[in-house]
């Protein structure tokens, strides 16, 4: 069981990107709290954004107003929607499926860099 995470890249302060991740089993997304984090060069990984299995979604505060998560269960994909990217938001983002309320270990996928130039 994999996720995959895509779409990074470089932008100017002001500019968009739309993350993804796909994961490769149809249930993880749909039956799991799905997230993404960030992890900036020399800072611990932080929360981003969070959806629920019935698509309920919480922010970070850093994230509130500017970025957008979402899924397709028919995709097995989750997005992630950033408007208005600052230099601050300079990270290796990663997703993250939470299954611990399944009694299942938890998963990460691989990074995708994002580089937000001023």
């Known amino acids: 069981v994999q996720l995959q995470a895509s779409g990074g890249g470089l932008v100017q302060a002001g500019g968009s990107l739309t993350l993804s991740c796909v994961a490769s089993s149809t249930s993880i997304v749909s039956d799991n709290y799905m997230a993404w984090y960030r992890q900036a060069r020399g800072k611990q990984r932080e929360p981003v954004a969070r959806?629920?299995?019935?698509?309920?979604?919480i922010y970070a505060d850093s994230a509130k107003g500017r970025f957008t998560i979402s899924k397709d269960h028919d995709k097995n994909t989750v997005y992630l929607q950033m408007n208005d990217l600052k230099p601050g938001d300079t990270a290796v983002y990663l997703c993250?499926?939470?299954?611990?309320?399944?009694?299942?270990?938890?998963?990460w996928g691989k990074g995708t860099q994002v580089t937000v130039s001023s």
């Open positions: 993250y499926a939470d299954r611990s309320a399944r009694g299942l270990e938890s998963l």
């Open positions: 959806i629920s299995p019935g698509h309920t979604a």
